[in-house]
C-alpha cells in the first residue's frame, strides 16, 4: 500500500505501488497489468500514490534547487515580459494581444483605425484564470462586423472548452454558455455560429452545430458516425464558403454551403474513400482540391463547385515526389503554397493571372518557416515567421509583387545575445536500411567536438508531424553550458514527405525507433558526444520512442526525459472506450486483430520492460491529461522500477492541475522548464 506523503513517510526512498492482479487474455496471450488500479482518478489511494511520488522526486532533485533556481533567473531574464504582439488587420480594426511583468497570461485587444486610437480590451485572460491553476483559450473568432466575440475556454487542461459570445460594443456576455465546443465559425450573417462539439466519454469531435447569437437552442447540421472520423469546420479567407471537413488519419471528406447562406444545407464536395487525403479551398467560383489521389506527396486541381468529380478535375499543381504540399493559402490575385522539400519548408508564391511562380527566399541552409497572421483576403502584402535555432521568431511582410521583405518584429531576446556565439547546422546520419536521418544541431561556437560534449536529443516521429529547428531562448541556458542540441527527424514524421510518414506506423513502426537509435549512434561515431553523455527526450507520441528506444537499447543512453509519454500503447489500444482510442488504429493498427497485436507487442514500452539495467529517467505527466492518460506515466515507473537491476533514479513528476501542455500560465512553464533542464544538467555532470 502506497502512504500518503506526511512527516512520518521517507521520502529518499521510491514510492513502491502495490500489486493487483489484472490479465487480459486475448489471441492466445495472456496480458498482465498489475498496475491497472492506478487508473482510477477518483480513488484518493491513487492521489496519494502520485503525490508521493512527487515527494519522492523533490527530494532526489533537492540538490539541484539551486540550479534550479539559477536556470529560471536566466531563462526568465531573457525575456522581454511586457511585449506586444504584431498587430494584424481585421476590416477597420488592429488585432493584437500583449503581455505585462508578473501576469501569466495575455490580454487580447484591438484598435480602430490606427494603433494610435483607445484600447479595446476584449478579453483578459489573467481575469477569467482567476481561482483556477489552468486556463486555455480555445477558439477566438470576431463577427465580420467587428460587433460580436464568440470565445472559448478551458479551466481544467482536459481539452474541455465552453463557448461564450461577447457583445463588443457593450462589453455584456450573451446567453451562451455551451459545452464541449471545438470548431467556432461565423456566418456572413453577423449572428449564426457554427460549431462543433465533442462526445462526452470519447472525446471525439463528432456533431455540427448550427446557432444564432442569443438563442437558447442549437440545429444539428451534420454527425459524424464513424469512430475513425472527427469534424472541424472553418471558412475560406474570401468569406465565400463554410466547411465541414470529416478527417480521419488516412481519409477526408468536406462539406461546403455559401457563407452567407447559413441556413442552407451542406453538400459534400467529394465522398469518403479509404487512403484519399483531400484539403478543400475556395477562389474565384472554382473549388481549389489538394489531393493525394495518385499523388502520394499531393497535387493540387481545380473543380466547378457544381459538380466538383474527379472527372471535371483540371490540374492546377502537378505532383512532385520531392516537394510535398502542405497548404494553399489565397489572396486577392496571389496564392501562397506551403510546401515542404528535403525537410525544409517553403512558400511558393503563384500569380493568378500569369501563372508564374517563385518562393521566398530564406537566409540560412536549416531553419522553420510559415505564414502568419493574414486574416484579409483582399492584400497584396502578407505576413510570414522565420526563425533557425541561432535566429529569433521574426515575422516579415512581403509584398507579392515587388518581393520585397520588411522586419516587422524579431523576438527580443535580453541579456546581451549574440547568435554570432552559436553554431547551427543540419547533418545526415545513415540508417541500418540505407535512409538517411536528417538531424538540426545546435552547439556554442568554439566548443569541441571530440566525443567529450554532452548532447540532449529530441524526436517525436508519428502522425506524420513535422518537427522542425526553431528558436527557443531558454535552450540558451543549456548550450551556454557547454551542451550540444539536436532534434532528429525520424521515419513516422512528416518531414521528407509522404512516404516518410507511411514508413513509420502501423507495421513499419519500428522503423520509428531504429531510426533514432542509429541517429543517436552516428553522433556517438562522430564525436558530437558519447553514450556517457548523452540525455535523449521526447514528449507524447515521442514518449512512446523515448520508452521502446530505452527497453531496446538502455546501454545507448545516459538519461531519458519522458513528458506526456504513450507508454502503455496495447492496454490503451485495446480499450475503446478511451479518448482517441478509436481513431488511432489507423495510426498504430488495432490490436484485436491478431498481425496489429502481434506487431505493437514487439515495441509497447510498457509490455517491453526487462530484468536489465535502464539509464536514469525522469517521467513527467498531467493528471488532467484527455490525450495521454496520466496513468500511462505512472503504470510505467511502477512497472519499471519493480524490474530494472539498476540504482539509476527513476523519477515521476505529475501536474496535479494541466492536461497534455503542461502549464498554461507562462511563469509557471518556465518553472517546469527550468525543473527539466536541471535534471538533464545533474544527470550530464554539470549541475
Known amino acids: 500500500m502506497t502512504a500518503a506523503p506526511d512527516a512520518q513517510q521517507n521520502h529518499s526512498q521510491p514510492p513502491v505501488a502495490r500489486k493487483v492482479r489484472n490479465e487480459t487474455k486475448i489471441h492466445g496471450y495472456t496480458l498482465e497489468d498489475d498496475y491497472s488500479w492506478l487508473r482510477q482518478k477518483s480513488d484518493p ?17 533537492a540538490a539541484t534547487k539551486a ?10 531574464g531573457r525575456i522581454k515580459q511586457t511585449d506586444l504582439s504584431v498587430p494584424s488587420r481585421t476590416g477597420g480594426y488592429w488585432y493584437y494581444s500583449r503581455t505585462e511583468e508578473g501576469k501569466q497570461y495575455p490580454y487580447m485587444c484591438r484598435r480602430k483605425g490606427t494603433m494610435a486610437a483607445p484600447e479595446d480590451l476584449l478579453l483578459d485572460l489573467n481575469a477569467l484564470a482567476e481561482g483556477h491553476n489552468y486556463l486555455g483559450l480555445g477558439g477566438y473568432s470576431v463577427s465580420d462586423d467587428a460587433n460580436w466575440l464568440a470565445y472559448s475556454v478551458d479551466t481544467s487542461g482536459y481539452r474541455q472548452y465552453t463557448l461564450f459570445v461577447k457583445d463588443l460594443r457593450s462589453g455584456a ?44 437552442t442549437s440545429d444539428l447540421v451534420y454527425e459524424e458516425k464513424s469512430e475513425l472520423f472527427d469534424v472541424g469546420a472553418g471558412r475560406s479567407l474570401d468569406r465565400k464558403v463554410i466547411f465541414l471537413a470529416s478527417y480521419a488519419k488516412t481519409s477526408r471528406e468536406y462539406r461546403y ?15 469518403r474513400a479509404d487512403g484519399h487525403e483531400y484539403d478543400v479551398d475556395h477562389y474565384d467560383g472554382q473549388f481549389y482540391i489538394t489531393t493525394n489521389q495518385g499523388a502520394k506527396n499531393f497535387k493540387v486541381v481545380t473543380a466547378p463547385m457544381n459538380d466538383p468529380a474527379e472527372k471535371n478535375w483540371n490540374t492546377f499543381i502537378a505532383h512532385n515526389l520531392a516537394v510535398k504540399i502542405e497548404s494553399l493559402s489565397f489572396f486577392t490575385g496571389h496564392l501562397v503554397v506551403s510546401e515542404r522539400e528535403r525537410g525544409l519548408n517553403y512558400l511558393r508564391v503563384i500569380d493568378m493571372t500569369s501563372k508564374k511562380s517563385h518562393r521566398v527566399a530564406t537566409d540560412e541552409p536549416d531553419y522553420a518557416m510559415g505564414l502568419g497572421a493574414n486574416p484579409e483576403f483582399e492584400t497584396q502584402t502578407i505576413r510570414y515567421t522565420y526563425q533557425s535555432m541561432v535566429t529569433p521568431s521574426t515575422v516579415y511582410e512581403y509584398d507579392l509583387h515587388t518581393r520585397e521583405r520588411k522586419l516587422l518584429k524579431r523576438q527580443q531576446v535580453l541579456g546581451g545575445y549574440d547568435p554570432e556565439r552559436y553554431e547551427a547546422k543540419r547533418i545526415w546520419a545513415p540508417a541500418r536500411d540505407g535512409k538517411q536521418v536528417p538531424i538540426s544541431l545546435v552547439y556554442r561556437k568554439g566548443l569541441k567536438l571530440d566525443g567529450q560534449a554532452p548532447l540532449l536529443l529530441y524526436a517525436y516521429g508519428s502522425y506524420g508531424a513535422s518537427m522542425a529547428p526553431t528558436f527557443s531562448s531558454s535552450r540558451l541556458s543549456l548550450l551556454d553550458r557547454g551542451v550540444v542540441y539536436g532534434i532528429a527527424y525520424i521515419r513516422g514524421g512528416g518531414e521528407l514527405g509522404e512516404e516518410w510518414r507511411e514508413q513509420g506506423r502501423m507495421m513499419q513502426k519500428l522503423n520509428t525507433f531504429n531510426d533514432f537509435i542509429d541517429s543517436a549512434d552516428y ?22 520512442l523515448m520508452g521502446a528506444v530505452a527497453n531496446m537499447r538502455p546501454d545507448f543512453f545516459k538519461a531519458v526525459v519522458a513528458q506526456v509519454p504513450f507508454v502503455d500503447v496495447m492496454n490503451t489500444m485495446l480499450d475503446s472506450s478511451l479518448p482517441l482510442t478509436t481513431s488511432e488504429y489507423p495510426e498504430w493498427g488495432n490490436p484485436n486483430e491478431k498481425p496489429a497485436f502481434d506487431y505493437i507487442m514487439q515495441y509497447s514500452p510498457y ?13 513527467q505527466v498531467s493528471l488532467n491529461d484527455s490525450q495521454v492518460p496520466y496513468w500511462e506515466g505512472a503504470k510505467f515507473v511502477a512497472r519499471l522500477r519493480g524490474m530494472k537491476t539498476d540504482d539509476h533514479p527513476v523519477l515521476l513528476k505529475t501536474n496535479l492541475g494541466a492536461g497534455h501542455g503542461g502549464a498554461s500560465g507562462r ?21
Open 257 to 271: 454551403l455559401p457563407a452567407d447562406r447559413p441556413l442552407a444545407d451542406f453538400k459534400v464536395v467529394l465522398p
Open 607 to 619: 509490455d517491453n520492460i526487462k530484468a536489465q539495467p535502464y539509464p536514469a529517467m525522469l517521467v
Open 667 to 687: 511563469y509557471d512553464a518556465l518553472r517546469e522548464t527550468a525543473f527539466t533542464y536541471a535534471f538533464v544538467l545533474w544527470q550530464m555532470g554539470l549541475s
Open 45 to 61: 489511494e491513487v492521489i496519494k500514490h502520485l503525490e508521493a511520488e512527487n515527494a519522492y522526486t523533490e527530494t532526489a532533485m
Open 523 to 544: 553522433l556517438v561515431k562522430n564525436k558530437y558526444t558519447s553514450n556517457t553523455g548523452l540525455v535523449i527526450q521526447g514528449g507524447s507520441a515521442g514518449g512512446l
Open 67 to 76: 540550479v534550479q533556481e539559477t536556470l529560471y533567473k536566466e531563462m526568465l
Open 173 to 216: 456576455l450573451s446567453s451562451e454558455k455551451i459545452e464541449r465546443v471545438g470548431s467556432i465559425v461565423w456566418a456572413n450573417d453577423h449572428k449564426t455560429i457554427f460549431y462543433t462539439t465533442e462526445d462526452p466519454v470519447s472525446k471525439r469531435s463528432d456533431k455540427a452545430w448550427r446557432h444564432a447569437v442569443g438563442s437558447d
